[in-house]
């Protein structure tokens, strides 16, 4: 790797700022900017919906939803915040979709966005990752944005204090309000005849008190030249959002519930102005308010609820009438998107509360639940060990989706009747579902939400709970010398700990028990499959018997006959060898006409694409041909060899591990599952 000079250093920083950053234009060059460039003016709701655009989309049609790259691909960070599961995109959706009704004017820019979840679910993270890409986004020329600063003050206001001579837009507001609002919305007008956009620029904002203070001394002494005040005393500057700066996002978090203190949000009196300027001056109050700091971009309002419901009421004319009314102050307008989080105890707390019904009728909740598809749940696991430093320690197979299906499991509701298993409906969340089998996901899901308190995956044990557990279990088997880590030994810190987590309540422990041992059923029939495609795995056997069913299924649909390959006389279907295979998979005779055709019309779309026939790619023919070649070659299988640790050398038991490898295994692993699900594979086969 090349090594990085200061130089390069520097350059590389330079060259990641905008080139505007540091320059001061003339009120006159903005306006013939605002003029080309109309989405410059652009209010924050509007900035913040197109930015989500900025970044790429992608629409899911399964789902019906819009996943925004930011979140699932996270382009910024090479993919360290990446969000998994359909419910987060959907909840993300939902978001987006509020932010860009309030750029339209619909309505919900008068709203707070209230993200509502259990622990863990990853509304902190999405709410951190919107004022990140916010702030890259202001960096760049699709999203830029400026302000304006007051100059030589001390030359016309004589009571200016020297140090004030020139003071930014205490707001950061947009240079458009400088002008009067009949003159504003003749610009505006013209703006929107050009802008390329699904929204109209608006903006009918009264400059911050001290500026409007500034306006009017300076008009005073230039008799009312609006120009000579824009071109002797304003100066247009590029304004970029920045957490770090407290400009443009701010984020506020409650403090002492009784000494909760609204100049918090709105700001105070700044007294070290007071002796220069008043007390009622507006030069002496310090705009140092969250609202205030977050003016043109993003509030962040922590665990919203738990502040005190007096306390709550300035959020009402943030929301609502887009405004602050501080103490001893007029009252300021205010353009920014205002997002709370609150977990679900808050939640339940205030629900039922009528005192609460004017700060909810403002409010539009987005509910942030858990992922309920195991494998997307595993992927979070995935990303946790990947953004870590993590021991040389080999992942064994289906570690991390049966960890992801405990923690499903643990957060959707029972399904009715006895049709489908509670590892069925998780399965089915997963897209395991064939077009034979009698299962409607929309119906579950639609049930799930009816059966819920609030939302399906609302509860439940979450992704950092279940993350700490693997992360205990990679450090255990280091500390053992072990450089594996298998389901089983995961599967033990989950039951050693689910009693003594703070988050999981008591009368949860003995359920989620239950539901761990389903887990282990589950992993029991993967390892035994994995076996099982071990002892009896036979590549050029499969492709012969897969051609065979379907040179049986295509006859037995065409209502043809077949060639005996012996004989070479023509036949009927084999109906007998066809039914041995679809046993495998469980599927009824009833059903078996479904099955064939849906296999049918898999070879002919691959037909079509120009493709060959390969059971491999069909995962249930697949399933269905090992399962049959098991059966026809166990009866030559030495199974005391399968659990014998003394005969760890044997070239046969050798070779059984070897094709463990190849699916994944570390040498040490397979063992481990050879010896486990060998074990019961020897068990159930002895005895039939």
Not at 193 to 214: G, K, M, V
Not at 446 to 464: F, H, L, W
Not at 650 to 656: G, L, P, Q, T, V
């Amino acid at each position: 790797m090349t090594k990085e000079t200061l130089e390069d250093l520097s350059q590389q920083y330079k060259e990641s700022v905008p080139a505007d950053l540091r320059e001061a234009k003339g009120f006159d060059w903005y306006l013939d900017e605002v003029h080309d460039h109309p989405r410059i003016a652009r209010n924050t709701h509007q900035r913040v919906a197109d930015m989500f655009d900025y970044y790429g989309t992608e629409y899911d049609e399964d789902a019906g939803v819009v996943e925004y790259r930011m979140a699932s691909e996270d382009p910024l960070y090479d993919g360290e915040s990446t969000f998994y599961g359909r419910e987060v995109h959907e909840s993300i959706h939902e978001f987006v979709n509020k932010v860009k009704s309030g750029a339209r004017g619909l309505g919900p820019e008068k709203r707070i966005k209230l993200l509502l979840g259990p622990v863990g679910s990853g509304k902190s993270h999405f709410d951190w990752m919107v004022r990140r890409y916010f702030e890259d986004y202001t960096m760049s020329d699709a999203g830029r944005m400026y302000t304006f600063r007051w100059t030589n003050l001390c030359n016309i206001v004589r009571d200016q204090d020297p140090a004030d001579d020139t003071v930014v837009s205490p707001m950061n507001q947009d240079p458009l309000v400088l002008l009067p609002q009949e003159q504003r919305d003749r610009v505006l007008d013209r703006l929107n005849d050009a802008l390329d956009a699904p929204y109209t620029i608006r903006n009918e904002q009264s400059l911050d008190p001290a500026s409007e203070f500034y306006m009017d001394r300076l008009l005073a002494h230039y008799d009312d030249d609006l120009k000579a005040v824009l071109d002797n005393h304003v100066e247009v500057i590029r304004l970029v959002a920045s957490e770090n700066k407290r400009q443009c996002i701010e984020t506020f978090e409650p403090k002492d519930k009784k000494n909760q203190d609204e100049t918090e949000l709105t700001g105070d009196v700044n007294y070290s102005k007071i002796a220069v300027y008043g007390e009622s001056d507006p030069r002496a109050f310090d705009y140092s308010g969250a609202f205030c700091n977050a003016n043109r971009g993003l509030f962040s309002g922590e665990e919203l609820l738990k502040l005190q419901r007096e306390f709550l009421y300035d959020f009402l004319h943030a929301s609502q009438e887009q405004t602050i009314k501080p103490k001893n102050n007029p009252r300021i307008d205010i353009d920014q998107v205002i997002v709370g989080r609150t977990n679900m105890p808050e939640y339940r707390d205030k629900k039922g509360d009528e005192k609460m019904e004017a700060f909810n009728d403002r409010t539009k909740r987005i509910d942030f639940p858990y992922v309920l598809e195991y494998s997307e749940e595993a992927e979070i696991y995935r990303k946790m060990l990947r953004n870590a430093d993590v021991p040389d320690m080999h992942i064994e197979p289906h570690v991390m989706e049966m960890a992801g299906l405990f923690g499903v499991l643990t957060r959707i509701t029972d399904p009715d009747g006895e049709t489908v298993t509670l590892v069925q409906k998780a399965k089915a969340y997963n897209g395991e579902i064939d077009e034979t089998d009698d299962v409607d996901v929309k119906k579950l899901r639609e049930a799930g939400e009816e059966t819920a308190d609030i939302a399906e995956g609302m509860d439940g044990v979450s992704a950092r709970f279940i993350g700490d557990e693997i992360a205990e279990a990679i450090m255990d088997a280091t500390h053992r010398g072990r450089e594996y880590l298998s389901p089983l030994s995961v599967f033990s810190h989950f039951e050693k700990n689910l009693e003594n987590h703070g988050s999981i309540p008591e009368e949860n422990v003995d359920r989620y028990h239950r539901y761990l041992e389903l887990v282990r059923e589950e992993y029991k029939e993967r390892a035994i499959e994995d076996v099982r495609h071990a002892l009896a795995y036979d590549v050029d056997e499969i492709q012969r018997q897969g051609e065979k069913y379907m040179d049986h299924v295509m006859a037995y649909i065409d209502d043809a006959t077949v060639t005996d390959d012996l004989t070479g006389r023509e036949q009927e279907p084999d109906e007998t060898f066809l039914r041995s295979v679809e046993e495998k998979l469980e599927i009824p005779t009833d059903r078996k006409d479904d099955f064939r055709q849906e296999v049918s019309n898999w070879v002919s779309r691959r037909a079509r694409e120009g493709e060959g026939f390969d059971p491999q790619d069909n995962d249930r023919l697949r399933r269905a041909l090992e399962r049959k070649l098991w059966e026809d070659k166990k009866h030559n299988i030495n199974f005391s060899a399968l659990v014998s640790a003394n005969e760890l050398d044997d070239d046969e038991r050798s070779a059984w591990i070897d094709a463990l490898i190849e699916q994944g295994y570390s040498r040490e692993g397979a063992t481990e599952v050879l010896e486990f699900a060998g074990a019961e594979v020897a068990k159930s086969e002895l005895e039939g």
